[in-house]
């Protein structure tokens, strides 16, 4: 008996937006372990255009990166890294989640994400991801902004060891990251200076940061300011004069942190820790627009302009 057909974007090459196609495959069963989970929302991440166009600097990371997601062309061809969705099938041996569970997660290398189905294992790894319950009060567009975004910062910004107090700047305050990183960084305690450009201020001022700076307008923080960490949240690939001065204006003691240094770590742990945050109200992702699954060649287009606010999910389910 052939399996039924689901939706899915595949990509049998590298390159442009134009590479994805939206297709029929068969659905996926649960092989021992696994749970199957029917996709409501993905996103379109850095990870996806990153993984789509093959393209990572510096060029001595490009060999390693094939190795692991394809070294001529994507080994797994149903890209997609984020997912939210609804458990609609468990495996005998999976003790985690029941049908009717509502999940949220990464799926690592082996992607799969753009689709209506996609089984996962319940443990986490590098190569097969992670997955946790979805917050209540999102919605699972949402909800994808918040696991990667909120992922990325809790990991980056408790590598500054944050104390009440402390000083802290978090360059590129408007991306899925760095809003996260703003919100999570005052329930620390901290005073919190965001830089974004002139069209953000106000959202970056709403999330509670005490001050904002403009990229495209300041060239260098207040004379005498001293930051114990500046959190680079938009990657070495994107700066301006402000990040090479606020760079340079750490307190004695004080950290930079880029979230280009080592690994995203695909932690159900740290998803779940994110997940109470944002039932009790210290943590709120932004979306910043949702794409029909059609739509995906324009949504990839969108993300790699560079100037997303918060995430850009897309709609399946
Ligand atoms: N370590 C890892 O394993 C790992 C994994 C995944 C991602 N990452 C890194 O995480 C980064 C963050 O991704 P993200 O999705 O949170 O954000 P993002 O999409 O990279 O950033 C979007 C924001 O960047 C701002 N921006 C654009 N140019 C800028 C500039 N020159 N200076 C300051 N801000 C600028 C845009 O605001 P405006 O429109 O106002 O310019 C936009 O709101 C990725 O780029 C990647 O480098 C690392």
Do not use: W
Request: charge should be positive; hydrophobic fraction near 40%; proline fraction near 6%.
């Amino acid at each position: 008996m052939t399996s039924p057909a689901m939706k899915a974007v595949v990509s049998d090459r590298y390159g442009p937006p134009e590479v994805l196609r939206v297709v029929d495959v068969p659905r996926p069963s649960p092989k021992p372990g696994e749970v199957r989970i029917r996709i409501v929302a993905s996103a379109v991440t850095a990870s996806d255009i990153f993984i789509r166009s093959a393209h990572v600097t510096p060029i001595l990371l490009q060999v390693p990166f094939r190795l692991m997601i394809g070294v001529t062309k994507p080994r797994h061809p149903i890209l997609g890294f984020v997912f939210s969705g609804v458990v609609d099938e468990v495996s005998v041996q999976a003790r985690r989640f029941r049908p009717g569970d509502a999940v949220y997660g990464m799926t690592g290398f082996r992607l799969g994400a753009y689709a209506e189905y996609r089984c996962m294992i319940e443990s986490d790894s590098r190569r097969h991801g992670c997955l946790a319950r979805k917050p209540a009060n999102l919605t699972h567009e949402e909800a994808t902004a918040a696991v990667y975004g909120g992922s990325l910062a809790l990991q980056y910004v408790d590598q500054g060891a944050i104390r009440p107090g402390d000083d802290i700047l978090v360059y590129g305050a408007s991306g899925t990251s760095g809003t996260i990183a703003v919100q999570y960084a005052k329930s620390l305690g901290a005073h919190v200076t965001g830089v974004c450009s002139t069209h953000n201020l106000d959202l970056v001022a709403s999330l509670g940061a005490d001050d904002v700076l403009d990229y495209t307008r300041d060239q260098a923080p207040p004379p005498g300011a001293h930051y114990t960490l500046v959190l680079d949240s938009v990657g070495r690939l994107k700066s301006s004069k402000l990040k090479t001065a606020c760079k340079q204006a750490l307190a004695p003691g004080g950290r930079y942190v880029s979230i280009d240094d080592g690994d995203l770590q695909l932690s159900s742990e740290r998803i779940d820790r994110l997940t109470t945050f944002i039932e009790s109200g210290v943590l709120s992702p932004v979306l910043g627009r949702t794409y029909p699954l059609g739509e995906i060649v324009e949504a990839h287009r969108f993300v790699e302009g560079g100037h997303k606010r918060g995430g850009v999910a897309v709609s399946i389910g």
